[in-house]
């Protein structure tokens, strides 16, 4: 036994020890005889439980010390690395924090690791809540641990299900998982980190390909040059944001802040090229924080437009007040870093902008055209807000308060009990909707938020305008989506003249609320030769005469699916359907789609699932949602699975539009990348990104604005073992001018 024992590793043996610990401790009062069997049995059964070896995996948190930013209802920290996966909240083993402003957990491992893979079991309620939570690990406690590297961001995970994160090796003491935004709560109910111990000579962080973090030096924009296209007040000067201080209170005099005007900007020139490896900025506190949502970090050596055409580092979607951020940049090559806040009448308030550099070679990117798209009010033309004297509905109402016709009210009130707002009950895609009594051509949605709880609520709603009821007007061309309010803010939205008498707001989901405190429509009595700037890439609806039938088809298909699924869940894939419960599919209404510029281009995949999932499936132009119909393409189960089309020309991209999967697996998709460019280095997926897809509809097109120049758009999934399926993929583009 003790030669057994010395011929295995240390760290391996000190594992299994660890083990036999947890199964001895209950026994200390056992007597003497029978503990002696009882060690021997179990460590005779924990030393044979497999091979050790140096480059063994072990669960390295069920030993360290974890905490939160608060605690609410008896969720402990610890909870959730207690070695039990049970889901449900009540057996008490999952951690929660208070509603609050981005919570946080975080596991002290005591000793720094190399963390391969990182698994997180969700509860088995409110399961949605955990979407949007950023894994990050390193040595820092600063910011409690929340600036550290980012391993990976959590999209979805099923309800009371496991997913497993690869973190490729990354360094650090500290695994945090961080939840931004408002109001918002964090429920884990078990996190495990797999990892082997840090080698004693500390290197660069390795991590995958596709996110690589990089040795980072001191601040090289520090009391650098400056500038910015306006300035305030004599408080606001640019260099303030560069001047070394994190105070976030404008009347410190240590923010810069720009006036009110049509896309603001902000640049530091750093005197030289260096390869930026991530930006931190420091949001101001005291005046309108919000605003800064949507801005876009440019790093280049181009001063065209100002430098805002320099190839994009990060976009800042959602930023509470005074918080310090740190955005990865992944070695770009710049020596201007911009902030540019797209859109009209706004201002840019930076307290302080911080650029990290590496010795990373050059990442070549593209630049980018910003400001050209963006649309502003004609103050010159009076528009009615054409909402009011209309008629509202929504699909359920929560209670006496919220009724459809308060949010069309003319009040801006945004407490709810003040009886202003509408509020519908918790439901799957809630809506709410309002007759304008004729179409008019609509150019601004203005949204009110409500104020006194839960304004995350309208994150992902949509905004549709048109003249059908078809699916109760839901399915009418989309104006804009709203990526998020403010509590008690309002939020203008341009819809470039989409001509019509219903305008919708939607909230797709499981288990949605949509409140609205007041609804505005901007626009003028219909003009049939006014043209639209609105991306045509809604869904045409079936002859309504045949949608009952349809509907009928599709839930029937469905529900032989799930079947299918349930009677074949030990197989490995859920494509082993059997083909003749779903052969109705293939006689589906064609919904055919607008020109589709990548109709007549070359598509290739990483790997064929099986004859149905040819590359070419996905420019069609067809949305058929369902595989077995042959209308979607599909790779085998790999290790960063990619789709890629050749243009067979270098176009200006604005639009790419992607259709899911209708009849299962909605969630795979979930993390591709859609990148455009026109190098072929790694297969297309090194060029550009234009979006990251943090969820998709069941069977649903969703339209994600590019405005990027490329010959090749390609779709790449990072992970291990993913399927990558696309039903249909359209672009909206324009022949790029002198290109040959």
């Not at 000793?111 to 088995?124: F, P």
């Not at 497993?164 to 360094?171: A, D, L, R, V, Y």
């Not at 949602?625 to 960063?640: I, K, M, Q, V, W």
């Amino acid at each position: 036994m003790l030669y057994l024992i010395c011929d295995i590793s240390k760290n391996c043996l000190v594992n299994r020890m660890n083990l036999l610990m947890l199964i001895c401790e209950p026994l200390l009062f056992v007597s003497v005889s029978k503990m002696k069997d009882v060690i021997i049995l179990s460590l005779l059964g924990i030393l044979g439980m497999g091979r050790c070896s140096k480059d063994e995996l072990v669960n390295v948190a069920l030993r360290g010390k974890a905490a939160q930013s608060s605690t609410s209802y008896g969720g402990t920290a610890k909870r959730a690395i207690d070695g039990i996966w049970n889901p449900t909240y009540e057996y008490l083993s999952c951690s929660h924090t208070s509603g609050e402003t981005s919570p946080w957990w975080r596991v002290d491992l005591l000793e720094t690791y190399q963390v391969t893979s990182v698994t997180i079991t969700n509860r088995d309620t409110l399961a949605e809540r955990i979407n949007g939570a950023e894994i990050r690990i390193g040595n820092s406690l600063e910011n409690d641990g929340n600036s550290n590297p980012r391993c990976a961001l959590i999209s979805s995970i099923p309800a009371g299900g496991s997913t497993t994160f690869q973190c490729h090796g990354m360094q650090g003491q500290y695994v945090n998982v961080f939840l931004r935004g408002y109001m918002q709560y964090l429920t884990l109910c078990e996190v495990e980190v797999n990892a082997h111990p840090a080698p004693i000579e500390m290197g660069p962080t390795q991590a995958s390909e596709l996110n690589l973090i990089v040795p980072v030096t001191d601040n090289v924009a520090l009391k650098k040059t400056t500038r910015q296209s306006s300035q305030y007040s004599h408080m606001g000067g640019s260099n303030n944001a560069v001047d070394g201080r994190r105070l976030s209170m404008y009347k410190d005099k240590s923010c810069s802040r720009t006036k009110s005007q049509v896309n603001p900007w902000w640049r530091v020139d750093l005197q030289r090229a260096y390869n930026v490896t991530s930006i931190t900025v420091t949001n101001i506190e005291d005046v309108d924080p919000e605003m800064i949502d949507g801005a876009e970090i440019h790093i280049g050596n181009s001063l065209q437009n100002n430098g805002n055409n320099n190839p994009l580092c990060a976009v800042i979607s959602s930023y509470p007040a005074w918080e310090v951020m740190t955005f990865q940049c992944s070695g770009i090559e710049g020596r201007y870093v911009n902030v540019f806040l797209p859109g009209c009448n706004k201002h840019l308030s930076l307290c302080e902008v911080e650029v990290n550099v590496g010795s990373r070679p050059d990442m070549r990117v593209q630049d980018m055209k910003r400001g050209q798209d963006i649309l502003c009010p004609d103050h010159k033309t009076r528009y009615e807000n054409a909402a009011t004297g209309g008629i509202a509905n929504q699909s359920s109402q929560w209670d006496m308060f919220g009724d459809a016709n308060n949010a069309i009210d003319l009040s801006w009130s945004n407490w709810y009990l003040e009886g202003s707002c509408s509020h519908t009950k918790a439901e799957v895609d809630p809506w709410w909707r309002v007759d304008l009594s004729k179409t008019h051509n609509v150019t601004y949605v203005t949204i009110t938020n409500r104020g006194d709880c839960c304004s995350d609520r309208i994150s992902g709603a949509e905004i549709h305008v048109g003249d059908s009821l078809f699916n109760n007007g839901n399915s009418n061309p989309l104006c804009a989506r709203i990526p998020y309010i403010p509590a008690g803010q309002s939020r203008t939205f341009p819809c470039g003249g989409i001509s019509g008498r219903y305008v919708n707001i939607l909230l797709p989901g499981k288990e949605k609320y949509l409140t609205l405190c007041e609804v505005e429509v901007q626009a003028s009595t219909f003009q049939a030769g006014l043209p639209s700037t609105a991306h045509k890439t809604a869904v045409t609806a079936p002859n309504r005469n045949l949608a009952w039938l349809w509907d009928l088809l599709i839930s029937l298909g469905r529900t032989a699916i799930r079947k299918e699924e349930t009677y074949n869940q030990n197989s490995t894939e859920e494509e082993t359907f059997d083909h003749d419960k779903i052969s109705f599919e293939t006689q589906r209404p064609v919904d055919k789609v607008p020109e589709n510029l990548v109709s007549g281009g070359i598509e290739v995949h990483s790997s064929q699932y099986d004859s149905h999932g040819a590359a070419s499936n996905a420019t069609d132009r067809k949305r058929n949602p369902l595989y077995h119909a042959g209308s979607c393409s599909h790779t085998e189960a790999e290790t960063n699975p990619w789709w890629r089309v050749d243009l067979l020309d270098t176009y200006q991209v604005t639009f790419v539009t992607i259709t899911n999967r209708g009849d299962c697996c909605l969630h795979k998709i979930n993390g591709a990348e859609i990148r455009i460019g026109n190098s072929l280095e790694n297969n297309g997926t090194n060029n550009p990104l234009c979006a990251v897809i943090s969820e998709m509809r069941e069977g649903q097109p969703m339209d994600i604005p590019c405005n990027m120049e490329g010959h090749y758009v390609t779709i790449v999934l990072p992970g291990r073992e993913k399927y990558l399926a696309l039903c249909e993929l359209l672009t909206l583009s324009t022949l790029t001018a002198g290109v040959a």
